[in-house]
């Protein structure tokens, strides 16, 4: 059971939008900056998305990142068949004092 | 150029130790925060231990805590984690990635190919 919560899998026909949630407490989410990692089968994460909202060079403006609260959201807009991949989340948890990561949600292109 | 390249996995007994090495190129490694984070087979992501950029503090998560120890060999710009008393729950692809900046353990923007650990009698 992770930490951070995040659905299984979501999924959208190519062009379209998908949103994923990521569900935390107060010594995370609540306090502390959201990542979003994307792992595409057999390879190492890469990070998307870091402090809530801001993207690496070289990420398209399709992927964004919000933060409400003790929740955060990505959202993928223009779906691509090359965008099926494991998304997971990922916060600092003042408690813990460790990173916590979402249980991971599998994006699928109908 | 930025490059982190895992070295040490293999097959070990429960019980048994273990030390993970990451190459670092392309930056001075002891200036970022460094992690580890293991992915077991199938499973999702498990962020392991970080040390800080500046002091060296180290974090761990609970799991792993009193047995693994990360550290920093700065003349050969090389990040460690030291695992010992290995279970069967530390079967994992580890990888070794690298922070934003001195203090960012959750802002992860370089990762090396990882390096898979077995624990099996």
């Known amino acids: 059971q992770s930490v951070l919560t995040q659905p299984p899998s979501v999924s959208a026909a190519p062009g379209q939008k998908v949103t994923i949630s990521c569900s935390g407490r107060?010594?995370?989410?609540?306090?502390?900056?959201v990542s979003w990692y994307q792992q595409l089968p057999r390879t190492a994460p890469k990070l998307l998305i870091y402090e809530n909202n801001k993207r690496p060079s070289g990420i398209p403006d399709r992927f964004s990142g919000s933060k409400s609260g003790t929740s955060a959201t990505l959202d993928i807009t223009g779906l691509q068949t090359g965008d099926e991949a494991e998304y997971y989340c990922g916060s600092w948890d003042s408690s813990l004092r460790a990173v916590m990561f979402g249980g991971g949600t599998k994006v699928t292109v109908l | 150029e930025v490059q982190l390249l895992e070295s040490g996995g293999g097959l070990v007994q429960p019980g048994g130790s273990l030390k993970l090495s990451c190459a670092a190129s392309g930056f001075a490694s002891s200036s970022y925060a460094m992690s580890w984070v293991r992915q077991a087979p199938g499973k999702g992501l498990e962020w392991v231990s970080g040390?800080?950029?500046?002091?060296?503090?180290?974090f761990y998560t609970d799991s792993v805590k009193g047995r693994f120890i990360i550290s920093r060999d700065t003349s050969k710009n090389t990040l460690i984690l030291q695992m010992n008393s290995l279970r069967a729950g530390d079967m994992a692809v580890y990888y070794c990635?690298?922070?934003?900046?001195?203090?960012?353990?959750?802002?992860?923007?370089?990762w090396g190919q990882g390096t898979l650990v077995t624990v099996s009698p």
């Open positions: 990635a690298k922070g934003l900046g001195a203090r960012n353990y959750n802002e992860l923007d370089y």
């Open positions: 107060s010594a995370n989410i609540g306090n502390n900056y």
């Open positions: 040390i800080n950029g500046g002091n060296s503090d180290t």
